[in-house]
């Protein structure tokens, strides 16, 4: 199971960081993700990291602005987010993928079978 937090109302230009915590496994041997969904939006990627924590890849919006990182020795991986701006507002999604090789990188949602409840980040202007 994962679980969510962080998120908040926040003004635009600030900055927000989202944590991503496991239950009942260890996520050391999944490739994680945080994706969003914004009202009447699909589900976008925003940010993936590899289950070494070596690679990462990023959602071209966020890119210059957000960070991933995960920390596997306390089950957790997080979403740093600078300048945040009104398109950002929406949940956020964390997602882990099982079978994950140890440098690679999923994209696409379909990759991912286990998914937190989400986070709602807003976004004012």
């Known amino acids: 199971q994962l679980q969510a937090s962080g998120g908040g109302l926040v003004q635009a230009g600030g900055s927000l960081r989202l944590s991503c915590a496991a239950s009942g496994r260890a996520l050391r041997h999944y490739g994680l993700g945080w994706f969003r969904q914004g009202p009447g939006e699909e589900r976008e990627l925003v940010a993936i990291?590899?289950?070494?924590?070596?690679?990462?890849g990023y959602g071209d919006p966020v890119k210059g602005r957000f960070t991933i990182t995960r920390d596997n020795a306390k089950n957790e991986m997080y979403l740093q987010m600078n300048n945040l701006k009104p398109e950002d507002s929406a949940v956020y999604y964390c997602?882990?993928?099982?079978?994950?090789?140890?440098?690679?990188?999923?994209?696409?949602?379909?990759?991912?079978?286990?998914w937190g409840q989400g986070t709602l980040v807003t976004v004012s202007s």
């Open positions: 990291i590899s289950r070494s924590g070596g690679s990462t």
């Open positions: 997602a882990a993928k099982s079978n994950a090789i140890s440098s690679g990188l999923y994209y696409g949602a379909a990759n991912y079978g286990t």
